[in-house]
């Protein structure tokens, strides 16, 4: 943002870049949901500090020049004929619902991420509705994902070859197999950040802490706990109210206790 230093005109015309290629995938029905992350770190003594990672100008062009990347190389797989793990996600029709909604965030996103189908990998191409792209793979992050590290494997090679290196059966095997660890490492990653986020929570039971949260409701159903999402952090945690409150409705809760083993906070609704 600053006008004299060296990268500001570069950046700039990368961030237009990015915004002009946000708005195409928005025209083609993209679902963008801004939800924040939480971002916790832990010292050597066990103290823990806890923000939220909004999505940021910088945060843009990357994720927008990613998603350019792989659906460019979605492409090229399918006008060459290369066998390719895609990405695909089926469309709903959720935009027009849930945007004409007068509802705070956290309820407008929780109703927009319920909508949405799961997406899944296939070797048959079919359009990535959630992303606005006709064809998707994922190929930009091999430090995290082996698919990843294969597919660049696989066009590498017949950029260099003029053959795949892998047949599709072995594509498609891989992705198999990878579409279960990577859900299993997701929840892994879910739990470790309720624990530690739970554990950040509990310096507010002190005697001279406030523990008091602002939450919104989310769900509130007959024979069952409601559902809420605390205001101040991407978190969302069950507890008893009435049935008069409705989805959408703040409310205060104090925090009681914190149980570590069910990876819970002990919530009461602090009426009035």
């Known amino acids: 943002e600053e006008v004299d230093d060296e990268w500001h005109k570069a950046l700039s015309r990368l961030g237009g870049v990015a915004f002009g290629l946000r708005r195409k995938r928005e025209a083609a029905g993209a679902v963008l949901i801004d939800r924040g992350e939480l971002a916790i770190e832990v010292d050597g003594f066990g103290g823990v500090e806890?923000?939220?990672?909004?999505?940021?100008?910088?945060s843009e062009i990357v994720a927008e020049l990613m998603i350019l990347c792989n659906s460019l190389l979605a492409e090229f797989c399918l006008k060459e004929k290369i066998p390719?793990?895609?990405?695909?996600?089926s469309s709903v029709d959720i935009v027009g619902m849930v945007n004409q909604m007068d509802v705070p965030a956290q309820l407008r996103r929780?109703?927009?991420?319920r909508q949405l189908l799961p997406a899944y990998l296939d070797c048959v191409p079919a359009p990535h509705a959630g992303l606005g792209v006709p064809a998707y793979i994922q190929a930009t992050s091999p430090l995290r994902?082996?698919?990843?590290?294969?597919?660049?494997?696989?066009?590498?090679?017949?950029?260099?070859?003029?053959?795949?290196?892998?047949?599709?059966?072995?594509?498609?095997?891989?992705?198999?197999?990878?579409?279960?660890q990577l859900r299993e490492l997701a929840g892994i990653e879910e739990q470790r950040k309720r624990y530690w986020f739970l554990k950040y929570l509990e310096k507010s039971l002190a005697p001279d802490q406030d523990n008091r949260f602002t939450a919104v409701v989310l769900e509130n159903e007959p024979r069952r706990l409601a559902l809420l999402e605390l205001v101040e952090y991407p978190f969302r945690l069950r507890a008893e109210l009435a049935r008069s409150y409705e989805p959408g409705e703040a409310v205060t809760l104090r925090l009681c206790g914190v149980d570590q083993w069910c990876r819970v906070g002990q919530w009461v609704h602090m009426a009035g």
Do not use: N, W
């Open 110 to 113: 929780y109703l927009m991420m």
């Open 84 to 89: 390719a793990a895609y990405r695909c996600q």
């Open 50 to 58: 806890v923000s939220v990672r909004r999505f940021t100008p910088s």
């Open 145 to 180: 994902r082996y698919p990843d590290l294969m597919m660049q494997r696989q066009i590498s090679h017949y950029i260099g070859a003029g053959k795949a290196l892998y047949a599709e059966e072995e594509i498609a095997s891989v992705a198999q197999r990878a579409e279960v």
